[in-house]
């Protein structure tokens, strides 16, 4: 009886919440939230901190401040709906392009059709999903390794109110990176920023960028020809002849050489796998009280490629460890079987095996993986400092080390172990504030400035 009773509690926090920022559409003040589930406030993070800016807070604690920012990002969904995205002509859009490749897990619904209009987003929320997650939640119960020891309601209130799965987790952030860009419309210099998820605008900045200081990043290299031609040995008429001219000579193009994976990094996977990066998460601190502190790591996954894959976009993703040490993998294909009604609705956890060449992936250690971390800090704080959230791919190659690729800022954590109690401070300060960054630190641009029109420096030269 106890338990039901709890659950039912959780699910009026949850209708509490929801029809507060329902009628308000969206408009809510972040603070009614934290009052409603009960959460620790701003001026807890400056009463507990410790020496490294990090508090130590409660299960309980925990549970309720992600609960907090969990619905604060869904209202700012309904807020945002018709806002300009830095991205695209609007949120929504956003979101549709975004989701249309995502499925509600073992119903084969793509998760794009509940953002087709403003009604049917609120009414999803509002009578759909609770009965979505109690459906999950009777299937994880089923699997020990999901359900860890935890009863039937307890995981539907977990999931219901915070849930830490890849796609909650990429949700927030990529509601928070888009409240961050309009919450700075009066401030072109900071929404310029963004422009630099496009990846040749990334790539130009990186490559042709005026000197401040001594750089600690590099990206990948691009070929610099104007146009190239692509035949089919076979195909005649001029039917199998293509034309790609250079970005580098204002073409629509990225010309690159392929890269291939370092030593340390191939002899960790089969023959034929692809270039396998490292997507590193990092996040600009608004609790910092130094620039030069501001910008930290959250996470490191490693994305174990699979043989004979183009990209690792297949791949076993391997969280890594402060001391480059991969721990056990997750999978999420789950997640991508739109229009597969029946398909396992589990994620695999627990990975410790490559599953191509059966070898053992947990325990091994990345002596480069610290290098690249650090040089994502570096990218964030020279190229994009105000941006929330950055997720970084990264790969070591042979050929040049360890190089960036792009940067996205909708980013997730691709399963990655991270301190829950540090990221919860950094998002709740953003969202105490408007999205603005705290008060002392959301004017800072950054401490150089690049050009892209300044001098290349090319890898490739």
Wanted: net charge neutral; proline share 5%.
């Amino acid at each position: 009886m106890g338990q039901v009773l709890s659950a039912a509690g959780d699910v009026g926090v949850y209708y509490r919440c929801m029809c507060m920022m329902i009628w308000r559409n969206g408009g809510h003040e972040y603070d009614d939230l934290r009052k409603i589930t009960g959460a620790p406030r701003v001026p807890f993070w400056n009463k507990y901190a410790n020496e490294d800016g990090v508090c130590a807070i409660g299960e309980e604690a925990e549970g309720r401040l992600f609960t907090a920012v969990v619905m604060h990002s869904i209202g700012l969904m309904f807020k945002l709906f018709h806002e300009p995205h830095y991205r695209a002509d609007s949120l929504q859009t956003d979101l549709i392009n975004n989701f249309s490749n995502i499925a509600i897990p073992g119903t084969g619904i793509p998760l794009s059709l509940i953002c087709s209009s403003p009604f049917v987003l609120k009414a999803y929320f509002m009578l759909v999903h609770p009965f979505v997650t109690f459906i999950s939640a009777i299937r994880l119960r089923t699997s020990p390794p999901h359900a860890k020891n935890r009863s039937l309601l307890r995981i539907f209130a977990d999931e219901l109110l915070h849930p830490g799965h890849w796609f909650a987790l990429w949700r927030i952030n990529s509601i928070l990176v888009a409240a961050h860009y309009n919450a700075h419309a009066a401030h072109p210099k900071i929404q310029q920023q963004y422009k630099y998820e496009n990846k040749w605008d990334f790539l130009e900045l990186g490559l042709k960028q005026k000197t401040c200081g001594d750089s600690t990043f590099k990206v990948t290299p691009v070929l610099d020809v104007e146009e190239i031609i692509c035949k089919h040995k076979n195909i005649e008429g001029g039917m199998g002849i293509h034309v790609f001219r250079n970005a580098l000579h204002g073409g629509d193009w990225i010309i690159q050489e392929r890269l291939r994976n370092a030593n340390e990094v191939q002899a960790m996977l089969p023959d034929g796998a692809p270039l396998s990066t490292f997507r590193v998460i990092t996040m600009a601190d608004p609790t910092r009280e130094t620039f030069e502190k501001r910008h930290v790591v959250l996470t490191t996954v490693f994305r174990a490629g699979r043989k004979g894959k183009p990209t690792d976009h297949s791949s076993i993703l391997m969280p890594v460890d402060e001391k480059g040490v991969l721990m056990e993998g997750k999978a999420f294909s789950n997640w991508y079987q739109v229009g597969r009604l029946g398909s396992d609705p589990l994620s695999k956890v627990g990975i410790t095996h490559h599953s191509d060449t059966g070898r053992v992936l947990t325990g091994l250690r990345f002596e480069e993986a610290s290098a690249a971390e650090q040089m994502c800090v570096e990218a964030h704080r020279r190229m994009m400092p105000n941006v929330p959230a950055i997720g970084w791919d990264v790969a070591l190659t042979e050929e040049y080390g360890p190089v960036l690729l792009e940067a996205n800022l909708s980013c997730n954590l691709f399963g990655g172990a991270y301190n829950a109690a540090k990221y919860l401070q950094i998002v709740d300060t953003y969202f105490a504030n408007q999205c603005k960054g705290a008060p002392h630190n959301e004017d800072d641009n950054s401490d150089c400035e690049y050009s892209s029109t300044a001098g290349l420096t090319s890898l490739s030269s």
